[in-house]
């Protein structure tokens, strides 16, 4: 497995995780490989590219755009200039979030297992190297992700424009909306632990249904955040993550397992249950009350406390 991570303006990064390149914010890979980097490029301030030099300059001011440079001592291999020289084209044109492990091994005329041996601090420097080579700016990498804290459904927003963009804005607008006398649609999908899940089994409790898709940073930088949540309103509100158009179930779960993820996940294998709620943002969560009713909708990736006060309006209500 490579698990590659770049720093990319604004606190991002991008990684290479189980044989998909994401856009990531929480499994950010700083430390040495990266030092490394900064000091051959001379381009990327060593403290601009640590969450304490984002957090002092602001998401979108961090210095971490990255300069042309020396990177004529990066060491790499005859296979790992291959990897690096693919990757850096793909988001040089704009292919992220995701790249197909299998599409990579095609590309660059390695096996699976020929890349999932290369040095990924190795891969990491090489391919933040090139990028600034090429005078890339990293910090273009943020994109309307971040931007607006969320993805959409069908891909990464980082490149969207014209009628689509306008579509997810005005999704975006919807953040925090009440509703009244609305019906939550029922739902039966299975998960991760092999059962199948309905909305309706939950009549009686509060329910939080919260959107998620693999290819978005954002969801999977809420998965902790459910997790710790998950124990503190295990009484009294029941958590139901759902994985939109991101594999089947078996794909889910390997993902799961990689993350670390303990509590089960379920899975909408296509996009069916977006249309269904009218929704494709992800993050998105649903606040559902005991009687079924859709009481409140969040679009877009929120943190603890939010979601810890939601969650508590929703069942003192």
């Not at 499994?27 to 040495?32: D, K, L, N």
């Not at 988001?91 to 992220?96: A, S, Y």
Request: net charge negative; glycine share 10%.
């Amino acid at each position: 497995m490579i698990k590659l991570g770049l720093c990319c303006g604004g606190g991002l990064c991008c990684v290479l995780l189980g044989g998909a390149l994401w856009l990531g914010g929480g499994t950010t890979v700083f430390g040495e490989a990266t030092e490394r980097v900064v000091a051959k490029t001379g381009g990327c301030a060593k403290a601009g590219c640590t969450k304490a030099g984002c957090d002092k300059h602001g998401a979108e001011k961090a210095p971490c755009a990255m300069s042309g440079g020396d990177v004529q001592d990066v060491d790499l291999t005859a296979d790992e200039k291959k990897v690096v020289a693919y990757i850096a084209d793909k988001i040089e044109d704009g292919g992220l979030p995701m790249i197909d492990d299998g599409e990579l091994a095609e590309r660059v005329g390695l096996s699976k297992e020929a890349i999932e041996q290369l040095d990924e601090s190795n891969l990491r420097v090489g391919v933040m190297a090139e990028l600034s080579r090429r005078n890339f700016d990293l910090a273009s990498l943020g994109g309307n992700c971040s931007k607006y804290n969320a993805c959409s459904v069908d891909r990464n927003l980082m490149n969207a424009a014209g009628e689509e963009l306008e579509r997810y804005k005005a999704e975006v607008a919807l953040d925090g909306t009440t509703f009244s006398d609305q019906v939550a649609p029922d739902f039966t999908l299975p998960d991760t632990e092999g059962r199948q899940v309905s909305l309706s089994q939950y009549r009686g409790k509060n329910v939080a249904v919260v959107f998620l898709s693999a290819h978005c940073y954002h969801s999977l930088d809420t998965l902790p955040i459910l997790a710790e949540l998950r124990q503190k309103y295990e009484r009294d509100l029941t958590i139901l993550p759902v994985f939109i158009n991101s594999g089947d179930v078996e794909d889910v779960a390997s993902r799961a397992w990689e993350l670390d993820v303990e509590y089960p996940l379920v899975v909408s294998e296509g996009k069916e249950i977006s249309n269904t709620y009218d929704s494709r943002m992800v993050p998105s969560t649903f606040l559902i009350d005991e009687q079924g009713n859709l009481i409140r909708k969040f679009v877009g990736f929120k943190d603890k406390a939010t979601l810890d006060e939601a969650f508590g309006e929703l069942i003192d209500s």
